[in-house]
């Protein structure tokens, strides 16, 4: 084992309605985003008492790969840090270096290939080891999108929410898959959409779905992935779709975007048009999940590196270029 420490990066979010603002400040600096437009994010987090799930699911997340590790006899700690809010990468990084952490494998909730789902946490350790003399080495973990440890859930939840739909409904009701849109100028973005359209097929098993984009926070004239989530289920219904399951493929866990983007807008707007609709889970901590972070640390020393679909199994590291910003 090269490593002496694995540490789970994630994204970060508030804790409480005096943290939603400063998050959502730390988040947008330097992008120009208006302050309306933040003060209107800040109300989906209001609307859940000011809290972000992500930082509960992370906590379990932790104790669940723990529990794993344990149970596997992987003798290893696990960090936790994050992006933009506490516990902040660099503040992470220095207990690990007080601890004697020399080197560390990074596990990052984000499956998929593209400058914001993989370059960018790259550029956050980076940033992050800067600032911390002798900062213990950090090395990402694979890109695991297609890893039978995340597909496997989301087949196992897209087919538990099936069955959640009325037995009349169910024979013909549509998959409509979900993720992240991006600027369709963003770096990788190419690799992004083959990746979520590999995957989602794989889910589907054979029934009809479609691929669409939720939680874009650009200016109208940035061209994002299309077609929106609620623009495609108002079309589904008009040419007679009766039932519909969201399947949020893009996502590792329930964070802020899933619960309001889908379990509140979705569902509001499913309900004024008479569309019956289930929202499959995400991983979260299902345990094939949590097995996976293993086996992803594990085939480091060179074992057997799974993948389903089409495009096999993507490097253990990035090249230099792939997904970085030029501007």
């Given amino acids: 084992m090269p490593y002496d420490a694995l540490l789970l990066l994630s994204f970060g979010g508030p804790e409480g309605p005096e943290d939603v603002m400063p998050f959502l400040e730390n988040v947008t600096r330097g992008r120009g985003v208006p302050r309306a437009r933040l003060e209107s994010v800040a109300e989906h987090y209001h609307r859940f008492g000011g809290v972000s799930p992500i930082n509960r699911h992370c906590r379990d997340l932790k104790a669940a790969i723990e529990a794993d590790f344990a149970a596997n006899d992987l003798d290893l700690p696990v960090y936790w840090g994050n992006r ?10 220095r207990r690990m270096k007080a601890d004697g952490v020399r080197r560390a494998a990074a596990f990052v909730t984000s499956a998929y290939s593209g400058y914001s789902c993989c370059r960018q946490y790259l550029e956050d350790i980076d940033r992050a080891r800067a600032e911390v003399e002798d900062a213990p080495e950090v090395d ?18 897209t087919r538990a929410a099936l069955d959640r739909l009325p037995a009349e409904l169910r024979d013909d009701a549509r998959l409509v898959f979900t993720a992240h849109s991006v600027p369709l100028a963003q770096p990788g973005r190419e690799d992004y959409v083959a990746e979520l359209n590999d995957i989602s097929a794989l889910v589907a098993e054979g029934r009809p779905w479609d691929l669409v984009y939720q939680s874009r926070s650009g ?39 899933v619960k309001y983007d889908l379990d509140v807008e979705a569902a509001e707007l499913a309900d004024r048009l008479g569309l019956r609709i289930e929202r499959a889970a995400t991983p979260g901590v299902h345990p094939r999940f949590v097995a996976m972070v293993r086996e992803l640390l594990l ?29």
């Fill in 84 to 93: 933009n809010w506490h516990p902040f990468l660099a503040d992470t990084l």
């Fill in 140 to 157: 990402k973990l694979r890109i695991y999108y297609n890893h039978p440890g995340f597909v496997e859930p989301m087949i196992e939840n």
């Fill in 219 to 257: 200016p109208p004239s940035v061209p994002w992935l299309e077609p929106d989530v609620l623009d495609h289920l108002s079309e589904i219904h008009a040419k007679g779709v009766r039932a519909a399951v969201i399947v949020p493929v893009g996502f590792v866990s329930d964070h802020m975007e």
């Fill in 299 to 327: 085939e480091r020393d060179g074992t057997e590196r799974p993948a389903l679909g089409s495009l096999g199994p993507r490097p253990d590291c990035c090249a230099a270029g792939h997904c970085r910003r030029t501007g």
